[in-house]
């Protein structure tokens, strides 16, 4: 088979959580409503990974661009993230968990830095699932910032630039310790990577699915990843 690969299950999943404003709209409700039934399913599919094998998952909560939306908007969405960790925090620690957080937390309220930190400290010897969860993410600002430290290493003369290749900037990337993703799903119809893990997503297949975000199930969840073990991905190589 040369360098290609079967794979029974995907290893990491990473999903583009699209569709809530539409979800919320369609019931005449305003769009945070969408966002907190979006919550609710997060917390489902976390819940059915280690049942379908899947070892870690990364989510978009909050790109880089999302600051662009209302006020009201962007500061319910922050309220409901600082909500969600304190309300998640002793069932994501007891159900083995490790939360990890990818972004850049700068321009973040400093209180919820702090429960994103005591959520990262309180599960960091957890290893059933892996749960990243991007805030304030973009996969160019990524690896800006990548590239800035590295920078710096170059300038204090601990990296010789004739060394620096993609493995060396990976290494300054905010995903450094995980697997790139095997799979990204999209909900909501739309077709587009939207600036998430542009590095980390190379070689990973997509599926993008009609789905709004809080319709769906751990039963779609399900028949996504078995659709995905029946292809077969060959990394650049032929078959033979
Ligand atoms: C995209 O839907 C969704 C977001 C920008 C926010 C994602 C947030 C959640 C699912 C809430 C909870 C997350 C955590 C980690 C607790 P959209 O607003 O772009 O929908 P639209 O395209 O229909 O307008």
């Not at 993410?137 to 620096?164: C, F, H, M, N």
């Not at 310790?177 to 909501?188: A, F, G, K, N």
């Not at 077709?191 to 599926?207: G, H, T």
Request: proline share 3%; aromatic share 10%.
């Amino acid at each position: 088979m040369g360098n290609s690969k079967s794979i029974a299950t995907p290893e990491h999943v990473a999903i583009i959580m699209d569709g809530n404003g539409r979800w919320a709209q369609a019931r005449g409700k305003p769009r945070l409503f969408g966002h907190h039934a979006g919550a609710r399913r997060v917390r489902e599919i976390v819940e059915a990974c280690p049942d379908l094998g899947v070892k870690y998952l990364t989510i978009f909560a909050f790109s880089t661009e999302n600051w662009k939306r209302t006020q009201t908007e962007v500061s319910g969405l922050m309220k409901l993230f600082k909500r969600y960790l304190m309300s998640e925090t002793k069932e994501l620690v007891e159900a083995g968990v490790r939360v990890r957080f990818i972004g850049d937390r700068i321009k973040l309220d400093e209180n919820l830095v702090a429960l994103m930190d005591e959520l990262e400290l309180l599960t960091c010897d957890n290893d059933t699932v892996h749960l990243t969860i991007a805030l304030n993410y973009g996969g160019r600002d990524e690896v800006a910032r990548a590239t800035k430290r590295l920078s710096r290493e170059v300038a204090a003369g601990r990296i010789d630039p004739e060394t620096v290749d993609a493995e060396t900037l990976a290494r300054f990337l905010d995903t450094y310790v995980l697997p790139d993703p095997d799979l990204v799903i999209r909900t909501s119809g739309e077709a587009r990577i939207s600036n998430f893990l542009l590095w980390q997503s190379a070689y990973s297949e997509y599926v993008f699915i009609d789905t709004l975000w809080p319709d769906f199930s751990r039963d779609e969840f399900a028949r996504v990843l078995s659709s995905f073990s029946t292809r077969e991905r060959r990394y650049g190589a032929v078959p033979g």
